[in-house]
């Protein structure tokens, strides 16, 4: 019974020392992930690099709309490409010396450009040393299309009018002739 109760023990203290080596190398393993998680970050911070290499980036035309906030720049500037992280860019945003400095406008920007690069051509401080792009122009003709569009309404109703006017201008007329 004895020999149960070592052999028992043994084993159960063999197992507790698996587990408890086995939550220590976990504990290792998380603690490395988020130590490169946290140098990465740092380093982009600092490194300012665009998101694609130059020469292989896509321009975007950006429009930064009247009193935009930080995060929602940030957020539109990701979904469109120009940016690989958002949370990135807030920081870098912060730290530079344009931060919530945005003039509204529409803007030629590169996925290859830094965070500092883009802050200074929508704080209008330097001009994109991009073009905004041709799909870019098709928009001005899309909004003038509309516009005709609105005003054919107006220009049917004196159409349909004149017709009316003229026919109670002769009605006019002929009383004349008659009166």
Do not use: N, W
Not at 74 to 81: F, I, K, S, T, V
Not at 84 to 105: H, K, N, P, T, W
């Amino acid at each position: 019974m004895r020999k149960m109760r070592t052999t028992i023990g043994i084993v159960i203290d063999t197992l507790g020392s698996i587990i408890i080596y086995a939550v220590i190398a976990l504990a290792i393993l998380f603690m490395a992930g988020q130590a490169k998680h946290y140098y990465d970050v740092g380093y982009g911070v600092f490194s300012q690099q665009g998101k694609d290499a130059r020469g292989t980036g896509k321009v975007v035309a950006f429009t930064v709309e009247e009193g935009i906030k930080a995060p929602k720049l940030a957020e539109q500037l990701e979904e469109q490409g120009i940016i690989e992280s958002a949370r990135l860019f807030l920081i870098q945003e912060r730290v530079s010396d344009y931060a919530g400095m945005y003039v509204a406008g529409t803007y030629a920007l590169s996925s290859e450009m830094t965070t500092e690069e883009i802050m200074r051509v929508i704080s209008a401080k330097e001009a994109s040393p991009y073009e905004l792009p041709a799909e870019a122009a098709p928009e001005a003709p899309a909004a003038e299309e509309a516009a005709p569009a609105e005003q054919a309404p107006a220009e049917e109703q004196p159409a349909e009018e004149q017709p009316v006017e003229e026919e109670s201008a002769e009605e006019t007329e002929g009383e004349g002739e008659e009166g």
